[in-house]
């Protein structure tokens, strides 16, 4: 049985199309408080959005429109009739998710978005099948998401956090994160791959440090994370979002497996918010058959191929073999 997997896709894309915005174009804002490091912004005027993606569900992360802005898009659904939907009623002017598609057939969808005004987009998320998942896809997984094993002292946070560069609430992906202030506390995590990256928040309104060990198969590495230079305001929920914990971008196709150590404690807190994997798929060895590509459509072509050959040769060899008594 397949099963769902969440895909994400950058600002930048080229699968993203934006018109409108001010002085006719959207801008482009930059900062490590963006997932890549930069967000789509619509400016004052109203602009739009389209995208033509392959799964069943489309979910857009970024600012929602201030109060004083309009709070209604128009929505197209594979260029059927348009329709008028709200931005999040108590999350106007936030860092959120800020529309999601209703649940729609696995397959190639196209969704317009008009009327954005005073809005950005960080990233989007698709729901893809997981035989839909093509080689190179970006897979993000939530904390929350069971693939993702905690050991020792850990505890699930919900809700916003005010985020270090201005903006006055964030929320976290899927609106949860898993902290830990616990020295020997860990995570581990299974994945089939060539590269990963652990994302989470970072206080900003405390001084102080935290060390963590990272464990990618047999390659380890340790990094330690204080607490930004000149924050903003002394919070003690001021943190900054989208915070790159760890990254390896140049592993061989395959099975990994990542572990987290927390080593050393000093006044903040390790809070794990969603990890990105870049998918690929790898080779099965089979008894009859010497390779086969997992999730490649291919897949049945080579096996068709394999049996009509095989039955060609038996045939052949009945046909050529003589009965002597």
Request: include cysteine; charge should be negative; charged fraction near 15%.
């Amino acid at each position: 049985m397949s099963e769902n997997l969440l895909v994400v896709i950058d600002s930048n894309s080229d699968k993203l199309v934006y018109e409108g915005g001010s002085n006719g174009r959207w801008t482009t804002k930059s900062g490590t408080q963006w997932y890549g490091n930069s967000s789509a912004w619509s400016g004052t005027a109203s602009g739009s959005i389209h995208i033509t993606f392959t799964g069943n569900t489309v979910a857009f992360y970024g600012h929602s429109p201030p109060l004083e802005q309009s709070q209604e898009m128009t929505v197209t659904i594979d260029e059927q009739k348009s329709y008028k939907t709200d931005f999040p009623a108590d999350n106007a002017g936030s860092y959120c998710q800020w529309w999601q598609s209703p649940t729609l057939d696995d397959g190639t969808h196209t969704i317009l978005l008009e009327g954005l005004t005073r809005t950005s987009l960080d990233f989007v998320v698709v729901t893809v099948n997981d035989t839909s998942v093509r080689k190179g896809q970006q897979v993000i997984v939530d904390d929350d998401d069971a693939s993702i094993i905690y050991h020792g002292d850990w505890s699930r946070n919900i809700g916003p956090f005010t985020s270090h560069g201005g903006e006055l609430v964030s929320f976290p992906f899927h609106n949860a994160t898993h902290q830990s202030t616990t020295v020997g506390s860990s995570v581990s995590f299974n994945f089939t791959g060539s590269s990963i990256a652990v994302y989470g928040s970072l206080s900003a309104g405390v001084p102080g440090s935290i060390t963590a060990r990272y464990t990618l198969d047999s390659n380890v590495t340790t990094s330690k994370y204080d607490r930004p230079e000149n924050p903003p305001q002394a919070n003690a929920v001021l943190a900054l979002r989208n915070f790159l914990f760890y990254s390896n971008g140049s592993l061989d196709a395959g099975d990994h497996t990542l572990l987290i150590e927390i080593e050393d404690v000093q006044s903040l807190t390790y809070d794990l918010d969603y990890i990105v994997f870049t998918h690929k798929p790898t080779l099965i060895r089979d008894t009859h058959l010497q390779y086969i590509v997992k999730n490649d459509n291919n897949s049945s072509f080579f096996l068709f191929l394999f049996l009509f050959f095989n039955f060609v040769f038996i045939f052949e060899r009945g046909h050529h073999t003589h009965y002597h008594p």
